[in-house]
Structure formats: structure tokens, C-alpha cells
């Protein structure tokens, strides 16, 4: 069945190190969303992707969309202490017609050291 | 705020017992998703409703149900508990957008304790 692999599971960085967690599907996405979850917290929308490509910038982060839309990686520069969380991709299949089901990775888990 | 309502916050009960979670979606959101979240787990999708059908199941268990009412609010039914059914449960909704994207918004979750 559709899966999308997430790794690294866990990152341990010190403030001000890069952060980077990659995202594989099996099969061809529609477009993959990224999520942050805090310690306690519920995951939290941050951005999706759609193009072949695609690359998103939001302040010190950087989302990108592989050209066959299969991969997607998101790259945090000089992490702070509020970067702390659990980061989740998730693929959506198809458009439109679509149930909207998103195959979410199993998350990547970021530590800062301050 | 997410807009998604989830109640209680907090459960505890004993195994063998049946709990009932419930979700109320943000205004105007069609479909509702389940999710159970274990420790240091990722988000493992159980169900999903839209506009009160079934659309999509994923790794949900017999001893649990779902349903999507008129009201678009929806309840999860865990029968039969174990112990290993004690996990976060989350609920989102969401709408479909013009490009038919879909994007999530969770609920703060039921954290189920099974003794």
C-alpha cells in the first residue's frame, strides 16, 4: 500500500546548527503538506507543496517538492529553542476527486540544545 | 485554535470497558479524520467521514466504530479496551479548496489512559 518514509526518526542539534528532515512516497503525490507538532501539542499545519520542483521559503525554513513528486525535504537554518517538535509530511494522491486521505510520515522529532 | 473541538481531554477507564470520544469540526468543514497517536509513535489514520459517509478507513480495529452525524460532528466508539489502546486520539477536519488540496486542522486531542 501508499507509504510515505520520513527520516530521520530523531535530531539532536545544538542552537544554532541546520535541521533537516527528508520525506519519501512510494508512488507519485498530488502534493505534500508539512506539519509541526509541539511537545504536548496537536499537529499544526505549516505549508503544502504542489508543483514539480516547488520550493517554499518561510522565514528560516525551506520546503522543497522533488520534480517527481515523490520526495520533499524541509530545512530549518540556525535552529532556535522554538523550533522544538515533531515534524510530519504528509502526501495527498490525488486532486479534486480525491478523499482528501493524507498518508502522513512517521515524523522526525527535533531537540535543541541551547 | 484550530476551530476543531474534542471532548473529554482526559480519559481513564478500565479494560473491557467501551469510551465514546467525540469531535465537533471547524464551521463549514465536510470531512472529519481520525487518528490515534502512541507514544513516540507517529500518526496512525483510523477513519475518515465526509458529510456524514464513510469514505476512507486505514488501520482502524474491529472494536472500533465511527460515525458522522447530520451535524457534521463526529464520535469514535473504542469497545473491548486494552491496555494497548491507551494513546492520544486526534481529530481534524477539513475542506476542499479550489485546487482540491486538502489541508488539516487537528483537534487538542483525547488522551485515553487504559488500566
Known amino acids: 500500500g501508499q507509504q510515505v518514509m520520513q527520516i530521520p526518526q530523531y535530531q539532536h542539534v545544538q542552537e544554532g546548527e541546520d535541521f533537516t528532515t527528508y520525506c519519501n512516497s512510494s508512488?507519485?503525490?498530488?502534493?505534500i503538506q508539512w506539519y509541526k507538532q509541539r511537545p504536548g501539542g496537536h499537529p499544526v499545519f505549516l505549508i503544502q507543496?504542489?508543483?514539480?520542483?516547488e520550493v517554499k521559503k518561510q522565514k528560516r525554513l525551506t520546503f522543497q517538492f522533488g520534480e517527481a513528486k515523490k520526495n520533499s525535504s524541509l530545512h530549518i537554518t540556525a535552529t532556535q529553542t522554538t523550533d522544538v517538535g515533531t515534524y510530519f509530511c504528509?502526501?495527498?494522491?490525488?486532486?479534486?476527486?480525491?478523499?482528501?486521505?493524507?498518508?502522513f510520515g512517521r515524523g522526525t522529532q527535533l531537540t535543541v540544545w541551547p | 485554535d484550530s476551530g476543531v473541538t474534542q471532548t473529554p481531554k482526559h480519559l481513564i477507564t478500565a479494560t473491557g470497558q467501551r469510551v465514546t470520544l467525540r469531535c465537533s469540526p471547524r464551521?463549514?468543514?465536510?470531512?472529519v479524520y481520525w487518528y490515534q497517536q502512541s507514544l513516540d509513535q507517529g500518526l496512525q489514520f483510523l477513519i475518515q467521514?465526509?458529510?456524514?459517509?464513510?469514505?476512507a478507513k486505514g488501520n482502524i480495529l474491529e472494536r472500533f466504530s465511527a460515525q458522522q452525524f447530520p451535524d457534521l460532528h463526529s464520535e469514535l466508539n473504542l469497545s473491548s479496551l486494552e491496555l494497548g489502546d491507551s494513546a492520544l486520539y486526534f481529530c481534524?477536519?477539513?475542506?476542499?479548496?479550489?485546487?482540491?488540496?486538502?489541508?488539516?486542522?487537528f483537534g487538542p486531542g483525547t488522551r485515553l489512559t487504559v488500566t
Open positions: 481534524a477536519s477539513s475542506v476542499e479548496s479550489l485546487a482540491g488540496i486538502y489541508e488539516q486542522y
Open positions: 508512488t507519485t503525490l498530488s502534493n
Open positions: 507543496l504542489v508543483k514539480s520542483g
Open positions: 504528509a502526501g495527498q494522491l490525488n486532486r479534486g476527486s480525491t478523499l482528501g486521505r493524507l498518508y
Open positions: 464551521s463549514g468543514d465536510l470531512s
Open positions: 467521514y465526509y458529510n456524514g459517509e464513510e469514505r
